[in-house]
């Protein structure tokens, strides 16, 4: 139980380029996301929380125009990375937690590993 | 603002011999404890967690945890390990007065000999 699945895993674009990244929970419903970003042989990074039905909250220094955070359902939240350029190469990383309680546990994707070119 | 600090970058193990993985916190108060495995290229798989009550804690794949509130530590340890458990470990912290969001530490990286 506690699936979450994140697509797509690998994805390569040109410079200027949007990209749309979801993160979908499989058999469960979640209040609340997570986005993360981790940089090579680092720790992951707060992006922002999103809930559904509301906006996200964005970490301090997170641009809210370049990572657009839609909570729409339940089940699914997206990441689009607008104009991406190559200082946006990263592994993303999403979680999903039932009611976004600290007590309750964060389920992680497999993370999407962009690359811009 | 709480923080966590995982002194061991890497960490060479023979298969069969025991792990401990350090784990250090700040937090005003008790904070909610965890630890999250990494293997490469894939996202994180909790291993055990803490929040109150029994300092040892059990985990999956044989894993064990010990809160020590004087020494603000939150080790990981398992007696034998085995090739699979090669990959990244991060310890996390979070606080339902830091918006239960996670901090997490900067990982450590385990290899296993044969």
């Known amino acids: 139980g506690a699936v979450v699945s994140q697509h797509p895993s690998w994805v390569i674009c040109k410079s200027g380029t949007s990209v749309k990244i979801e993160c979908r929970s499989l058999?469960?419903?979640?209040?609340?996301m997570f986005w993360y970003r981790q940089f090579p042989k680092q720790s992951l990074m707060l992006m922002a929380t999103?809930?559904?039905?509301?906006?996200?909250?964005?970490e301090q220094g997170v641009e809210k125009d370049k990572f657009l955070i839609n909570h729409a359902s339940l089940t699914l939240s997206t990441l689009t990375v607008t104009s991406a350029h190559p200082e946006d190469s990263s592994f993303y990383i999403c979680?999903?937690?039932?009611?976004?309680?600290?007590?309750?546990?964060?389920?992680f994707g497999d993370g999407t590993r962009l690359s811009i070119l | 603002a709480q923080s966590v600090t995982q002194p061991d970058i890497h960490i060479t193990v023979s298969e069969g011999a025991s792990l401990e993985l350090r784990c250090n916190y700040s937090?005003?108060?008790?904070?909610?404890l965890f630890w999250y495995v990494q293997s490469p290229g894939q996202g994180l798989q909790l291993l055990l967690k803490?929040?109150?009550?029994?300092?040892l804690v059990q985990g999956i794949k044989g894993f064990e945890a010990e809160f020590k509130r004087s020494q603000s530590s939150f080790n990981l340890r398992k007696p034998s390990v085995h090739w699979s458990d090669a990959a990244e470990y991060f310890c996390?912290?979070?606080?339902?007065?830091?918006?239960?969001?996670?901090?997490f530490g900067g990982g450590t990286r385990v290899l296993v000999k044969p």
């Open positions: 979680s999903a937690s039932s009611t976004g309680a600290i007590n309750q546990p964060q389920h």
């Open positions: 058999d469960f419903q979640a209040t609340t």
């Open positions: 999103s809930n559904e039905g509301s906006k996200a909250t964005y």
């Open positions: 937090y005003g108060a008790t904070p909610y």
């Open positions: 803490y929040f109150s009550g029994d300092t």
């Open positions: 996390a912290v979070g606080a339902q007065a830091a918006g239960n969001k996670l901090t």
